[in-house]
């Protein structure tokens, strides 16, 4: 009897450590204090039990260790910003997954055979402080901010050294009638920006803005959107009138993950309704914009303004950032 019993409390145990086992997801590059994964985390260990521990790397530090353990992964799912997503692919460390819900995401907000999907965007766009512009209208178009009344206005983060300050110099590029080989065109409005003495940090500058060192800021929507309704601030955001640019970021299934379950149930979460409502509830632009709630969607600018930001092709985008940045320092800076 004694054996029987011990027998069954030791079966119980080796159930128990396999169903623990079964519900964990190892997410790199799935910070708490990013994008709002915190509130992420906890919906999906609620409603689908499958426990994430905190991970705190960047897109490169994950990808990086995610191919230096490709013989033994040790991840299953990643979060990277849309260029590393395209790279992973091309190092074979991701699988083909297409998750619930996959015909409604968009063609060029997902790899065609599921190795990467996007989750939600950032749209670069005018982050501007409407009491700090001394009496001048909010800019509305990328002409408006050469004007002699913005002088000492304008800030964007450096682009040969910061990626927003990047994705803003590839948005002007673009709006001015250049492409992803042909940077003329933002090499010369950036010239002409210089001429009206701009605010060029290196470093995030949202706390600038917020006090009105820099009264308008080339950055995402999303930061401006935290202003306002976190920090309830007097900032308005304004896609340009010329256009702008999206930039994604996405998730992907581990090639050979050791919890492939269970990662694939996070992917499914984060773009199921309720997932995509949580990052718009952090205002950041959900990929699947149907699941925006009706509160949410009023935080947002209207789907007029947004269809003035483009997608492009994030790998000649990323391959084209070396070269820009040296044209930028040469030209520029």
């Known amino acids: ?9 030791l079966a119980g145990a080796l159930l128990l450590s396999t169903q ?7 997410c790199y590059n799935c910070p708490p204090e990013w994008a709002d994964w915190a509130t992420q985390l906890k919906a999906i260990a609620k409603d689908t039990g499958v426990q994430i521990p905190l991970d705190n790397k960047n897109s490169g530090q994950a990808l990086a260790q995610i191919v230096a353990e490709k013989a033994s992964p040790v991840a299953d799912v990643a979060y990277l910003g849309v260029t590393f997503g395209i790279q992973a692919e091309k190092a074979d460390v991701l699988a083909s997954y297409k998750p619930t819900g996959w015909d409604s995401i968009p063609a060029d907000m997902k790899d065609p055979d599921g190795k990467w999907i996007a989750l939600h965007s950032g749209t ?3 982050m501007v402080n409407v009491d700090a512009l001394n009496g001048a209208p909010v800019p509305r178009s990328w002409d408006d901010l050469l004007k002699p009344e ?3 206005m304008v800030g964007y983060l450096d682009p040969a050294s910061a990626f927003v300050g990047y994705a803003a110099a590839v948005a002007v590029n673009l709006a001015k009638g250049g492409t992803l080989q042909d940077f003329a065109p933002g090499i010369d409005y950036l010239k002409k920006l210089t001429k009206n003495s701009p605010i060029v940090p290196k470093q995030t500058a949202y706390a600038r803005v917020l006090s009105g060192e820099i009264p308008i800021l080339l950055d995402y929507d999303f930061n ?6 976190k ?5 308005t955001f304004v896609i340009p009138q010329e256009g702008s640019l999206r930039v994604p970021y996405v998730i992907g ?3 050979n993950a050791p919890h492939m379950q269970a990662g694939k149930k996070v992917i499914d979460y984060v773009l199921s309704d309720r997932g995509q409502a949580i990052w718009a509830n952090a205002w950041l ?3 699947r914009e149907s699941a925006i709630s009706a509160s949410a969607k009023t935080q947002f600018l209207p789907d007029i303004d947004y269809a003035r930001a483009k997608t492009v092709n994030y790998q000649q985008m990323a391959d084209a950032q070396k070269g820009f940045s040296a044209q930028y320092m040469k030209e520029v800076k």
């Open 1 to 9: 009897m004694k054996n029987l019993k011990l027998s069954t409390l």
């Open 285 to 287: 632009r959900p990929v």
């Open 224 to 229: 401006a959107y935290r202003a306002k309704y």
């Open 150 to 152: 913005y002088r000492g």
């Open 20 to 26: 623990v086992q079964a519900d964990t997801a190892i």
């Open 124 to 126: 670069i766009g005018f």
């Open 231 to 235: 920090d309830h601030a007097n900032i």
């Open 253 to 255: 299934l581990v090639k």
